[in-house]
């Protein structure tokens, strides 16, 4: 059966047009300090309309098929300041525009989270970039599994290969990748979450202090500068272990606080269940923040034990980190990616 249709019209994400000419400008800026050459390309879905594509690392690496983070959009998770841009070194790094993220370039799609829209979404994003294991139409992502196809890898460079791809969500991205994992697990050669939404048992419960709840609804009522600039000052010292940085990213979620209307909501832990997690049998890498406003690291950790015991899950804990980690140890989290990657042949182009 195929997936439904968005119900109705995405509601306006800006404030005003002013903010969204700011958000552009500064996902161009982005583009253009990304650490290695790069291609964009769109990419038509059955369901969901066009999607934008950033690629970037040499165009004959293995392909990571990186989900980003909420106002993380595209360059930004390329940036400095997390740290994965040396991931372009070793991989063929593709990295979709999730809709109605701040500044993207898809076009914009309701995702219900009720009724796994990320996943569904996600997988005619697959399909279309031609990977191995991707359901070959929107029908088909309406199922629950998928014959594995031999099909060669759609992303310029990631050549012909029978396995699935690599790939990787942060924070938003890993509840997206979630939803995949629980939908579509023959779409998923290998999982990296890094601080990922949904995934702690207690994800969804306001876990943001209540100045910060507050902030956000007087900015919503007020729409001004200055209660723009408060939410975003309050949400990156909750957020973040350096919330004064200028790093593109950081400077892309602070603009973001200030210009955007609301963030759509991520899949739910409800939805996402226990048991579709556990039929999941490719290998993940956990990465998850021991102070992480949104679920405790330990909490996530924990779960993940239980849902993929032995071998197949490697976890680490971010001890005295939060939600966007900084200094050296995001060089860490990358070289521990590329580590991991090579234990399981994902840095081999078949």
Same mark, same amino acid.
């Given at each position: 059966?195929?997936?439904?249709?968005?119900?109705?019209?995405?509601?306006?994400?800006?404030?005003?047009a002013?903010?969204?000419?700011?958000?552009?400008?500064?996902?161009?800026?982005?583009?253009?300090?990304?650490?290695?050459?790069?291609?964009?390309?769109?990419?038509?879905?059955?369901?969901?309309?066009?999607?934008?594509?950033?690629?970037?690392?040499?165009?004959?690496?293995?392909?990571?098929?990186?989900?980003?983070?909420?106002?993380?959009?595209?360059?930004?998770?390329?940036?400095?300041?997390?740290?994965?841009?040396?991931l372009?070194?070793?991989?063929?790094?593709?990295?979709?525009?999730?809709?109605?993220?701040?500044?993207?370039?898809?076009?914009?799609?309701?995702?219900?989270?009720?009724?796994?829209?990320?996943?569904?979404?996600?997988?005619?994003?697959?399909?279309?970039?031609?990977?191995?294991?991707?359901?070959?139409?929107?029908?088909d992502?309406?199922?629950?599994?998928?014959?594995?196809?031999?099909?060669?890898?759609?992303?310029?460079?990631?050549?012909?290969?029978?396995?699935?791809?690599?790939?990787?969500?942060?924070?938003?991205?890993? !509840?997206?990748?979630? @939803? &995949?994992m629980?939908?579509?697990?023959? *779409?998923?050669?290998? %999982?990296?979450?890094?601080? +990922? /939404? $949904?995934?702690?048992?207690?994800?969804g419960?306001?876990?943001?202090?209540?100045?910060?709840?507050?902030?956000?609804?007087?900015?919503?009522?007020?729409?001004?500068?200055?209660?723009?600039?408060?939410?975003?000052?309050?949400?990156?010292?909750?957020?973040?272990?350096?919330?004064?940085?200028?790093?593109?990213?950081?400077?892309?979620?602070?603009?973001?606080?200030?210009?955007?209307?609301?963030?759509?909501?991520?899949?739910?832990?409800?939805?996402?269940?226990?048991?579709?997690?556990?039929?999941?049998?490719?290998?993940?890498?956990?990465? !998850?923040?021991?102070? @992480? &406003?949104?679920?405790?690291?330990?909490? *996530?950790?924990?779960? %993940?034990?239980?849902?993929? +015991? /032995? $071998?197949?899950?490697?976890?680490?804990l971010?001890?005295?980190?939060?939600?966007?980690?900084?200094?050296?140890?995001?060089?860490?989290?990358?070289?521990?990616?590329?580590?991991w990657?090579a234990?399981?042949?994902?840095?081999?182009?078949?």
């Amino acid at each position: 059966m195929a997936p439904p249709a968005p119900a109705s019209p995405p509601s306006e994400l800006y404030f005003s047009a002013a903010g969204e000419a700011e958000l552009r400008r500064q996902y161009d800026a982005a583009l253009a300090a990304l650490p290695a050459p790069h291609t964009e390309r769109y990419v038509t879905t059955e369901n969901f309309g066009q999607v934008h594509v950033l690629e970037c690392g040499p165009a004959g690496a293995p392909p990571l098929v990186l989900w980003h983070g909420t106002a993380c959009p595209g360059p930004f998770m390329l940036s400095s300041g997390f740290g994965f841009g040396g991931l372009t070194k070793r991989f063929r790094v593709i990295i979709p525009d999730i809709p109605l993220q701040s500044g993207g370039r898809s076009d914009p799609a309701n995702l219900d989270p009720a009724a796994h829209g990320h996943g569904r979404w996600a997988a005619e994003v697959l399909a279309a970039l031609g990977f191995a294991g991707s359901p070959a139409s929107a029908s088909d992502a309406g199922a629950s599994a998928a014959a594995p196809s031999t099909a060669a890898g759609g992303a310029s460079g990631a050549g012909a290969t029978a396995r699935p791809p690599l790939q990787m969500g942060v924070s938003l991205g890993g !509840a997206l990748l979630l @939803d &995949v994992m629980a939908i579509h697990p023959e *779409t998923v050669g290998g %999982a990296v979450l890094v601080v +990922p /939404g $949904s995934l702690h048992p207690e994800a969804g419960h306001n876990w943001l202090p209540l100045r910060a709840s507050l902030a956000m609804l007087l900015h919503w009522v007020l729409r001004r500068d200055w209660s723009g600039a408060l939410v975003a000052r309050i949400m990156m010292a909750e957020m973040c272990d350096e919330p004064e940085s200028t790093d593109p990213a950081m400077q892309a979620v602070r603009l973001a606080f200030r210009h955007v209307r609301f963030f759509p909501e991520p899949p739910r832990t409800a939805t996402i269940t226990d048991e579709a997690l556990r039929a999941f049998k490719a290998p993940v890498l956990l990465i !998850a923040s021991e102070h @992480d &406003v949104f679920g405790p690291g330990r909490g *996530t950790i924990e779960r %993940a034990q239980r849902l993929w +015991p /032995g $071998s197949q899950c490697e976890a680490v804990l971010l001890e005295g980190h939060k939600h966007m980690p900084g200094g050296q140890d995001t060089m860490d989290v990358t070289g521990k990616i590329c580590e991991w990657a090579a234990e399981h042949h994902f840095d081999r182009t078949e």
